[in-house]
């Protein structure tokens, strides 16, 4: 067991590095408290991982959801010290000007809207208790751009922007950190890759090395841009 055990709160928890994340967090002796939309896999993670760990169906689009999941988490285990916003979208490969607009919406809803959704309603709790680290997951693409991902780009680059604003906002003891998980075999990645994909690391394989990272990550990185 670690000195200390962490509370984590974490979004897209059911699958991909989400879920490779929960399972190396719990592993660590960590409680983790996360969300996703799908109802069948929360099931499930429920069953497999009781308490001190609770999974709740939150779409993390929807503001009043979000306030909800977070109401009956900070009730039940307080502030976290590690908050992760991983849960995210990709637009199927497209001309910018062929994506659909819903599309390009829910992307955003999820991506940035999402991101700050859950900052709203988790970060005032760790403001209070004057600790606390924010991790919002970014992208390579949130640094750099390419054709047909442009819906997906605008939002990394957005969150790198917000990131860098919310950590001038923090006080002393606390940080926000942009977090580049790199280029892995997730069903996200198979969105844009197809095939190929498979050349790259799997969940598990990148989540061994990116726990302890996370883990390690203190008020000293406050607006650090920081890469897996």
């Not at 897209?12 to 929960?22: D, H, I, K, Q, S």
């Not at 999974?55 to 976290?80: I, M, R, S, T």
């Not at 000007?97 to 829910?106: A, C, D, G, M, T």
């Not at 969150?159 to 002393?172: D, H, M, V």
């Amino acid at each position: 067991m670690p000195e200390k055990q962490k509370t984590i709160v974490l979004t897209g928890v059911t699958r991909g590095l989400g879920l490779a994340m929960a399972e190396g967090f719990i592993a660590a002796g960590h409680r983790v408290c996360g969300s996703a939309r799908n109802a069948s896999a929360i099931e499930g993670l429920r069953k497999r991982c009781p308490a001190p760990h609770r999974f709740d169906v939150v779409d993390v689009a929807d503001d009043a959801q979000v306030g909800h999941w977070a109401k009956e988490v900070l009730a039940d285990v307080g502030p976290p010290d590690l908050l992760v916003n991983n849960a995210a979208l990709m637009n199927e490969s497209a001309l910018l000007w062929e994506v659909p607009p819903e599309e390009f919406e829910r992307l955003m809803g999820v991506n940035v809207l999402g991101t700050f959704y859950v900052i709203r309603h988790f970060v005032p709790a760790m403001l209070k208790r004057g600790a606390g680290v924010i991790v919002n997951f970014s992208s390579g693409w949130g640094r750099s751009t390419s054709p047909e991902v442009a819906p997906y780009c605008a939002t990394k680059w957005a969150i790198e922007g917000l990131t860098q604003s919310l950590s001038q906002e923090l006080p002393e003891g606390m940080a926000a950190v942009a977090f580049n998980p790199g280029v892995i075999n997730t069903d996200m990645l198979r969105t844009a890759y197809g095939d190929a994909a498979a050349r790259y690391q799997t969940p598990d394989a990148w989540a061994k090395k990116t726990v302890p990272l996370l883990l390690g990550l203190s008020a000293k990185h406050n607006g650090e841009q920081v890469g897996a």
